[in-house]
């Protein structure tokens, strides 16, 4: 059974960062590659970033490109997403999402298994 579990987010003062983590189990290692999408009260879900499996190749959305980051660790089969310099229209549910088939792509349709969300809310 394939699980993906989010954590870290929470209330953040804008300028602020966060770390989120997903930690994935049950797919085979080297075949996945893991994404971030969020959604904002109202708004329909958005690609956030994504990576492959080997790290090498990261795709980002435009307006978070310079302050998030999204890295792997094997060893603890996680994926991070930090998120620096917080703006209050960051603001979402984060939502890590992992699919097999394609390399990194923006396409929520794409992702087959998804985690729960996390909320992050930047205050003003």
């Known amino acids: 059974q394939v699980q993906l579990v989010e954590s870290g987010g929470g209330l953040v003062q804008a300028g602020g960062s966060l770390r989120l983590s997903c930690t994935t189990s049950g797919l085979p290692h080297g075949s996945y590659a893991t994404a971030w999408f969020r959604q904002a009260p109202g708004k329909e879900r958005e690609f956030v970033a994504a990576v492959n499996w080997s790290g090498g190749s990261a795709h980002y959305r435009e307006s978070i490109k310079g302050r998030f980051t999204i890295y792997r660790d094997y060893a603890r089969n996680t994926v991070y997403l930090q998120m620096n310099s917080l703006h209050p229209e960051d603001t979402a549910v984060y939502y890590c999402?992992?699919?097999?088939?394609?390399?990194?792509?923006?396409?929520?349709?794409?992702?087959?298994?998804w985690g729960q969300g996390t909320q992050v809310t930047v205050s003003s």
């Open positions: 999402a992992a699919q097999t088939r394609s390399g990194v792509v923006d396409n929520e349709r794409e992702y087959d298994y």
